[in-house]
């Protein structure tokens, strides 16, 4: 009676474990199931040799990268596969380098874990087979999905099978023969190197690297290898590839979206920080750059305000005043993959400028405040480029977050010069005025103010003031009915007197506030007026 395929389930959940197990069994395989990592390990410990392990990421009482570390030790023609969340899939992406077979998220489909399981096997099997015997099955070697190649101890390859030929788009006999380094590109020889040197010394690994095919195109593929040896003489190495392209190209853009939402974050925090206008549009235009691996581009604003980065001075003016001089091109996106293809297009007048400055593809897009258009942006290109969806949507966030900021700074840059126009003005009054806010710090004070202050309580900028000429500040800030002053005679020499009127600031940078009026009203005896 032939033998089940033993698959060991690691997985604190109970109901999975039940699930995987029914399945597994009705498939015809011979599943065991625990519920903690060590309890795992100790029956690989206690002589179980299970095919594949289905291990959870994350379990109660270890690690699941740690429980397949330690399978792998003790184990190791055991294929892992990682189970894992949507949230831990770069953990699993790690697992995976760290010599998993494969990951499978949850939910799981199970027609996609039965069929990652089943290669999982064929690959256990046809390193097992390969390695130990020196006479292997051809039928297997020629039907498994898995690349296989046998080289000599000089580096030819002396057997293939269809897959790894088809892999790297040749016929088998076109293959055979061929050194290595024909199928390698030259940047990736020293990791092929360095496995060879480890085979010489009866190593078997792992690894991955980038093979070149026929057409130029590379493959990205996990190698599984090891040593070829007659007695004691090494005579070559036998090696099972699996395509990993798509898993590298997903790791890829799971590392691009990571870098646009960080540049996207830096430029959320330039916006809400930044307190000059030309600071916001010189870091907003880098980060952008940054984003979309460009060197060249432009911001420019209603007012004047402008960026240029990788670009000649002259087109502060030239691309701006061209935009502008078609309304729509400022009001809406534009994407050119290739100026020099847009012939007689909606934009063929702006093929001359773009020409100018040496400029193939370009996007540009309106930076929009609140209510309207302040202005636009434009990225380029030295050379033909297509724009993507996820890159149009990206910059017209920028654009938006970008638009939002710059109205916020010019709103505090009119702020800032009212501001200094009501100090010059109240400077100009004789009597004091004075704001405070509840704790007694002192928000805004006119040159009288200041003088009086200095008379009437020991003043320190930036710290509260805690009474008027003897007088708890408290007592001020209750409004008097009869809404006469507060009157403060001072009784040292020389004797002055002050009224103090007192009403709370209903606008004001906070709320709390109070505005004093301060008048010294002695006469030249020292009297009240």
């Not at 010189?282 to 060249?296: P, V």
């Not at 702020?415 to 100009?428: A, I, K, N, S, Y």
Request: glycine share 8%; net charge negative; proline share 4%.
């Amino acid at each position: 009676m032939e033998q089940k395929v033993s698959i060991l389930i690691v997985d604190d959940d109970p109901q999975l474990r039940k699930t995987l197990s029914d399945i597994l069994t009705a498939k015809g395989f011979a599943p065991e199931a625990v519920d903690r990592g060590k309890t795992a390990l100790e029956k690989i410990e206690g002589g179980m040799n299970p095919a594949v392990a289905l291990i959870d990421l994350r379990l109660d009482d270890m690690p699941g990268l740690e429980v397949m570390r330690e399978i792998n030790d003790l184990s190791q023609s055991t294929e892992c596969i990682i189970l894992t969340g949507y949230a831990s899939r770069e953990t699993a992406i790690e697992a995976v380098n760290l010599g998993a077979y494969s990951y499978v998220e949850k939910p799981y489909d199970v027609d996609r874990l039965l069929l990652t399981i089943r290669r999982a096997i064929e690959r256990r099997e046809a390193v097992e087979e390969l390695i130990r015997l020196k006479d292997f099955n051809q039928g297997i070697v020629q039907n498994t999905m898995e690349g296989i190649v046998v080289q000599d101890d000089r580096g030819y390859f002396s057997s293939t099978n269809p897959a790894a030929a088809d892999l790297l788009g040749y016929t088998m006999d076109e293959l055979l023969g061929r050194h290595w380094t024909e199928v390698v590109p030259p940047d990736q020889h020293a990791i092929v190197q360095s496995a060879d040197e480890r085979r010489v010394r009866g190593d078997s690994d792992r690894y991955e690297v980038q093979l070149a095919r026929k057409d130029g195109a590379r493959v990205h593929v996990l190698v599984s290898g090891g040593p070829r040896f007659e007695g004691d003489r090494f005579i070559g190495t036998m090696a099972v590839f699996t395509d990993i392209t798509d898993r590298k190209l997903a790791e890829e853009e799971i590392r691009r979206r990571a870098s646009q939402q960080e540049a996207i974050n830096a430029i959320i925090v330039t916006a809400a920080r930044a307190q000059e206008l030309s600071e916001l549009i010189e870091k907003t235009l880098n980060h952008t750059l940054c984003i979309l691996g460009l060197e060249q581009g432009g911001i420019w604003l209603e007012g004047g305000d402008q960026a240029i980065i990788g670009l000649p001075m002259e087109m502060q003016s030239a691309i701006p005043q061209a935009l502008q001089d078609d309304r729509s091109s400022v009001e809406n996106l534009i994407a050119i993959e290739d100026w020099e293809l847009e012939g007689k297009g909606p934009y063929a007048d702006l093929i001359p400028v773009m020409a100018g400055f040496g400029i193939r593809s370009s996007l540009t897009f309106p930076i929009v405040g609140e209510e309207k258009i302040i202005g636009g942006m434009t990225l380029a290109s030295p050379r033909p480029r297509l724009w993507s969806v996820e890159e149009i949507g990206l910059v017209e966030v920028v654009g938006r977050h970008l638009g939002v900021a710059a109205e916020r700074l010019s709103l505090l840059e009119k702020t800032r010069e009212q501001t200094l126009q009501m100090r010059g003005v109240l400077d100009t009054v004789q009597d004091g005025i004075l704001m405070l806010d509840s704790s007694g710090h002192v928000l805004l004070a006119n040159s009288a103010a200041r003088n009086y202050l200095s008379i009437l309580t020991d003043f320190d900028q930036g710290k509260a003031i805690s009474d008027l000429g003897g007088i708890p500040l408290q007592e001020f800030f209750t409004v008097r009915k009869d809404i006469l002053p507060h009157t403060v005679k001072l009784k040292i020499e020389p004797r002055r007197s002050f009224e103090i009127y007192v009403n709370p600031a209903y606008v004001g940078p906070e709320t709390g506030s109070w505005t004093l009026l301060i008048r010294e009203v002695t006469d030249a005896s020292g009297q009240l007026k």
